[in-house]
């Protein structure tokens, strides 16, 4: 058995040799929430697996998603009430696997006139849905009446308000929960490597599916990867591998675009999430986080460019006008929004339905040579979706299945020193947030360094002393040293967008900082100049589509390179 490597930016060559030379039981295709969830699933049930992922770890939706993990009310109006319990019960699992990473938050859920939830059925509706949730009962909802619903959020819209729901609900940062899985895997033994795409699938004479053609995205080299059975959890990239497997395969896969706005908190003071109705039928949340609060989202049929999908002026517009709408004293405009996320949404295709009327639901696709994919779902449900699949990798496996134990992930904590509750973790907010202070360093970011890495926020805070004259740069130098030795950053990117996610949630900072964190990469990964330059050409990119409506989502290749590896 080989030694398991720490998950750092250094030992690129050596994982890869590994991939190289090794045979695996499982291959995992693609590196978001779902690929991550099988990939931990899989190792602690003892089998030998790789995860091979064609950029960032999360890279796809699974960190342009509304972060939220949700018992699933709108499941409940589909009176799909299985869904509604099985959402309930995952969001309470993963709150104890990881209680930094799945944070209670409370929804207030405004009940207008001719909006999409009346006031009895809401009542009656949060009541089966605290049920099915298995919510606590301090977390029970509540109906407020109308003033009520106005005390505790006077921006709402008067003129159409007719009373509240007000129940729990959890948030996350989808990126760090898929990062936590990621990490976890490895440290069971799983070989996890980002930057690498699968180009070909392999057969043996028989037509069976035996492994995987790689290149490493970085250097270009191609390598073969054996293993007895390959999974492909692509997300909206599911078609195309299907495609590339097989030339005739047929479309599962029907994508939805939707986006979020960034807006500080200061023009969107709300002083908790809210769930509310757009006078066009749909429901959009605003939710406040940290500095900001984003507003979303969006869901338009998308045909573009998978690799980099951007917001639109449409876009923009469209969730401009909804907030006006229920916050009409704000007054919101383009000049407020700060930042923006786009993402895609791989739903099954299903003749004849609209976009929101398609099903959230995740499906298993096999195909004739054995290669098993995965799509739909959501992140809320990526324990349960790992858990099914990986049954039926064990079941092509006759000659080990015996030796292999169920899933054993509802007890697996994600990270190596876990919170115990909820309050412990408010408790070591508040602590990081005095040691903030002392150093000179805003509170905020005891928030933000609790909420991004758990317990190891203090010994960041430690370790950024003496790095830097100012503070806020002191601190980014230190969680760069973090995520370069235990969060394999490859790419500037990677730091500033997912592991921080600084691009979305306090893009201000990335001027204050860039600089430094560009050459401390620079010199520790010995990046080439050309290197240094393409990394700032890609954050130039990333910030432009952060901060920029595109008239159409099609932009013109010739003024816009892609960013992603295809
Ligand atoms: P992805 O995260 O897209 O991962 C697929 C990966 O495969 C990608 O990283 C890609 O690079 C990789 N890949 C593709 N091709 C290759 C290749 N050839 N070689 C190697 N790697 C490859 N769910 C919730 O529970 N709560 C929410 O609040 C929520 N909000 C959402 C809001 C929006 C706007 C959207 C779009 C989705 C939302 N979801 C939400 C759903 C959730 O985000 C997704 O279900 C989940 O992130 C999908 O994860 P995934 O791993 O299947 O796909």
Request: contains cysteine.
């Amino acid at each position: 058995m080989n030694k398991t490597l720490s998950f750092s930016s250094f030992n690129r060559s050596k994982r890869i040799r590994r991939l190289a030379n090794d045979i695996y039981d499982l291959v995992i295709v693609g590196g978001g929430a779902t690929g991550a969830g099988i990939a931990l699933d899989a190792a602690s049930r003892g089998l030998k697996i790789a995860l091979i992922e064609k950029g960032d770890f999360a890279s796809g939706t699974s960190s342009k998603s509304t972060k939220l993990i949700h018992g699933g009310l709108r499941y409940l109006k589909q009176l799909d009430i299985n869904l509604v319990r099985e959402s309930g019960k995952e969001r309470a699992i993963v709150n104890h696997l990881a209680p930094h990473l799945c944070l209670p938050e409370k929804m207030l859920l405004p009940l207008v006139k001719d909006g999409t939830f009346g006031k009895l059925s809401t009542s009656f509706g949060l009541k089966i849905y605290d049920y099915l949730a298995g919510v606590k009962s301090e977390d029970k909802r509540i109906m407020l009446s109308k003033e009520e619903a106005l005390e505790k959020e006077p921006l709402l819209n008067e003129s159409i308000l007719e009373g509240a729901g007000y129940y729990a609900e959890y948030r996350t940062d989808d990126a760090r929960l898929t990062i936590e899985l990621i990490k976890k895997s490895n440290s069971l033994g799983a070989n996890c490597i980002n930057y690498v795409r699968v180009a070909e699938f392999i057969e043996n004479e028989e037509g069976r599916i035996m492994g995987v053609l790689a290149e490493d995205v970085l250097s270009r080299e191609k390598f073969e990867v054996s293993a007895r059975c390959v999974v492909s959890a692509g997300g909206p990239w599911v078609d195309q591998l299907r495609f590339i497997n097989e030339d005739d395969a047929t479309r599962k896969l029907y994508l939805t675009k939707g986006i979020h706005i960034v807006v500080p908190l200061s023009r969107l003071p709300i002083g908790q999430s809210v769930y509310f109705d757009n006078p066009d039928g749909r429901m959009i949340f605003a939710i406040p986080r940290g500095k900001i609060t984003y507003i979303g989202t969006t869901d338009t049929e998308y045909t573009g460019d998978l690799n980099r999908v951007v917001a639109t002026e449409a876009d923009r517009e469209y969730l401009l006008r909804a907030v006006n709408h229920m916050f009409p004293t704000v007054h919101l405009t383009q000049f407020d929004v700060i930042s923006n996320w786009a993402g895609l949404r791989p739903l099954i295709h299903e003749q004849g339905k609209s976009p929101s009327e398609l099903s959230r639901k995740d499906e298993i696709f096999e195909e004739e040579n054995g290669l098993i994919s995965i799509a739909g779902g959501k992140l809320t449900g990526y324990r349960k979706m790992a858990e099914k699949i990986v049954n039926k990798v064990v079941k092509r496996l006759p000659d080990i299945k015996d030796q292999l134990s169920d899933s054993q992930t509802e007890n697996i904590r994600l990270t190596d020193d876990p919170f115990q509750d909820d309050d412990e973790v408010s408790h070591y907010i508040q602590k990081m947030e005095g040691i903030c202070m002392k150093l000179q360093l805003p509170a905020y970011y005891g928030w933000y360094l609790v909420t991004n890495y758990g317990k190891k926020a203090q010994s960041i805070i430690k370790k950024s002393q003496g790095r830097h004259k100012d503070p806020q740069i002191a601190l980014a130098l230190s969680e760069l040293e973090y995520c370069m030795k235990r969060e394999m950053i490859q790419r500037a990117e990677d730091f500033f967008v997912r592991r921080t996610g600084r691009l979305y949630f306090d893009i201000q900072s990335i001027d204050l900082i860039r600089n430094q964190v560009m050459t401390m990469m620079s010199d520790r990964l010995n990046w080439s100049k050309a290197r240094k330059a393409e990394e700032e050409a890609i954050m130039d990119k990333l910030i432009q589509d952060a901060t920029h409506y595109y008239k159409d989502e099609r932009i013109d290749p010739s003024e816009h390179k892609p960013i992603s590896p295809s």
